[in-house]
């Protein structure tokens, strides 16, 4: 009843084959014995490697040539430029630029910035506004020989310079309206401002033939942050014969041709906007990029239909969102062949609705560490009913074990750590040897060569069908809503907090998904740090996806017998935990009725006030996006534009958010005097 047949079998074999060895030798220690008989060996050697990268490489792709014929990504650019001038390189917000026009606007970027001191090996940060300009600084980096340092364009600042001071960049690239809205002009920064789009007119003064520089193919192309169990973010530096080496690997699984429009939707300090970007450009194909406006679901198919996207790769709980707004489509875009969901759990019970579509769905993993993605499952066809969905088989060129504690290969459907192998592994963390040697560690025989492998922390298995399912971490590292997050760094926020004395994070079921909640406790003195002011805090000190949904001021953690905070042992908490600073106040028109219903839908919080906030109810991005979606069901408007998700960002209460909306055509009516 627990256990389905194949895995009862092998159970059964394995326990006769454990007293089998035990009877042969009565004194042997149990860890030296080896459960998995030789078929299972030689099926899990089979399963464990990656075919081929370089025969699986259509001869007629344009990849095919480009990919063997350089060495470094700027090269690979300028070899697709070359090869196909006037095919749409980039296209954003209604503009497209050609590959012969991108490649000589970011050679001349990449001058300017060599006149303003960035010579090769040199960290750049990038704070740049999401849109072409942004994936020109990208080019223009690598094209200067420099290292390409994505940084939040949404703040906060005191993270963005305690990351320049990590990196050692000399350089933040922004914009003016990014360096307005994050008040980079006023801080202290300890890299110099230099605004693109303010030295428009001296950038277009510069040759548009590639600068000279003497970086190598082993030297770092990127550094993407990630989060930190120590409470620091640790930089994850990427060389260009790592992304190549991926590029080879990832393009056959992903068909990827020049016809394709390749959607590029995520964050650009998550590196899956890397492989977007270059899996389009590899291949000669275009790159559609998504402006700064997160696109509402039902907005994301209207986007998807008019600008011909062909391939997209979303996060879990945004596909969520948009499969939910599929079921109201009349027909689904034609183009739309290949949908790519990685970066958390898969979500089983969206497959039904994706059937006889005649888009491929991939369920895709990686670490940035092991360069994006490292391991691809096919789940068009699968059925939720046979288990937990697979992450797959390793990429091509790609190895990947999963090994007990004591190193050696688990056995079929035993969990274990994944460890990955392959020429597209990191060059390690950025500073920090001590840390890249224990995660960068070698192969102990387990490659059959001399690569290092990376251990991902995950705990994994294999299935009796040879495909890798994934079961969570074997660290504290946690996904929220596709992003990585130590809970450590999370706690060492709070715990900086004056008067704060201790701290716990976790996530918590919330719905369909998990929330980031936290509690604390203080040394005596409560001022300044109850709940609301707490998160406000927060908000400034990290990413929105890093600061908790609801927290709680405890007397006290709960502990077990060793000491360690009893996790199990905290009270679950509501989102409404955090109360509001604003007395409450009811709808006082139609429009505001039916938000305050959709958010007490939403954010599971019984009376909502109109100038409640919409964070300190609980609110994150996928709390946004579900809003939305409710709202535009009730026949909530703007006048003359779909709306976002980015909306209750800027507007956080019901007050502010009913001011630019209408209902069935109509603004909100006036509230009655008196």
């Known amino acids: 009843a627990l256990l389905d047949r194949e895995t009862a079998q092998l159970l059964a074999a394995r326990y006769r084959r454990l007293a ?32 081929d990268a370089a025969a699986t490489l259509p001869v007629e792709s344009p990849a095919s040539v480009l990919a063997k014929a350089v060495t470094r990504l700027d090269g690979l650019f300028a070899a697709a430029a070359d090869a196909q001038p006037d095919a749409v390189a980039i296209q954003s917000d209604g503009t497209w630029l050609t590959y012969r026009q991108a490649d000589s606007r970011a050679n001349q970027i990449a001058r300017w910035l060599a006149e303003r001191g960035v010579a090769a090996g040199s960290p750049v940060g990038c704070c740049v506004r999401r849109g072409a300009d942004a994936w020109l600084a990208h080019l223009a980096c690598l094209k200067a020989g ?10 906060p ?54 600068p000279s520089h003497a970086a190598t193919a082993d030297e770092a192309a990127y550094v993407i942050y990630t989060s930190g169990s120590t409470g620091e973010p640790k930089g994850v530096a990427v060389s260009h014969a790592a992304m190549l080496h991926h590029l080879r690997r990832v393009l056959p699984v992903y068909g990827v041709a020049e016809a394709d429009r390749v959607l590029q939707f995520s964050a650009m300090t998550f590196d899956p906007s890397l492989e977007q970007a270059w899996s389009a450009w590899s291949a000669g194909a ?29 996060p879990p709980a945004y596909f969520r969102e948009v499969t939910a707004a599929k079921k109201a489509l009349a027909e689904q875009p034609a183009a739309l062949r290949l949908v790519i969901v990685g970066g958390d759990a898969f979500p089983q019970d969206t497959l039904a609705a994706w059937r006889g579509s005649g888009t491929r769905l991939l369920n895709a993993y990686g670490p940035t560490e092991a360069v994006v993605t490292s391991t691809v499952a ?186 360690k905070v009893a996790i199990d042992a905290l009270p679950p908490l509501a989102a409404d935990r955090v109360a509001s600073a604003a007395a409450y106040a009811g709808p006082q028109n139609e429009l505001q009725r039916v938000l305050t219903e959709v958010w007490s839908d939403v954010l599971g ?70």
């Open 20 to 51: 089998e060895l035990v009877v042969a030798d009565p004194d042997a220690s149990l860890e030296t014995l080896e459960l998995a008989a030789t078929d299972e060996r030689r099926l899990l050697d089979a399963w464990q490697s990656g075919a």
């Open 146 to 155: 420099a290292v390409y340092v994505p940084l939040d364009d949404a703040g």
């Open 157 to 210: 600042t005191a993270r963005l310079a305690n990351l320049l001071r990590d990196c050692g960049a000399a350089v933040l690239l922004s914009d003016t309206e990014t360096a307005v809205s994050l008040g980079l002009a006023a801080a202290e920064l300890p890299a110099r401002l230099e605004l693109i789009d303010e030295s428009a007119d001296e950038i277009a003064l510069q040759d548009t033939a590639p």
């Open 286 to 314: 275009a790159l559609v990029v998504r402006g700064p406006r997160l696109w509402s679901p039902s907005e994301f198919w209207t986007q998807a239909a008019g600008q011909g996207v062909t391939v997209a790769n979303l």
């Open 378 to 563: 096919d789940v068009t066809d699968f059925d939720p009913a046979s288990g937990r969905a697979p992450i797959g088989r390793p990429l091509p060129g790609t190895r990947a074990y999963v090994v007990n504690e004591h190193g050696r290969p688990a056995p079929v459907g035993v969990p274990g750590e994944l460890l990955l192998a392959s020429d597209a592994l990191a060059l390690g963390y950025l500073n920090d040897a001590e840390r890249t040697g224990s995660r960068f560690a070698p192969a102990a025989g387990l490659t059959g060569d001399d690569r290092p492998v990376y251990r991902t922390g995950d705990r994994a298995r294999w299935n009796h069908r040879g495909q890798l399912e994934l079961l969570g971490r074997i660290d504290r590292q946690v996904k929220v809503n596709g992003y990585r997050v130590e809970l450590g760094e999370v706690e060492q926020a709070i715990l900086a907090t004056p008067g704060v004395c201790g701290a716990v994070a976790k996530l918590q079921t919330a719905g369909d998904g998990v929330e980031l909640v936290a509690y604390y406790t203080t040394s005596g003195k409560t001022d300044g740090v109850d709940p609301a002011t707490l998160t406000a805090a927060l908000r400034r000190r990290l990413p929105h996806y890093m600061t908790p949904s609801a927290m709680a001021l405890l007397d006290d953690l709960p502990r077990n017998p060793s000491g």
């Open 605 to 674: 919080v019984e009376r909502v006030g109109i100038h409640d906030d919409f964070f300190e109810l609980g609110g994150a991005s996928l709390k946004s996006l579900q809003i939305v979606s409710a709202a535009e069901a009730r026949g909530l408007r703007l006048p003359n534009e779909a709306m976002s998700p980015a909306l209750l960002f800027e507007y956080p209460t019901i007050a502010q958010l009913a001011t630019l909306l209408t209902i069935g055509g109509a603004p909100a009516a006036a509230a009655p005097a008196g």
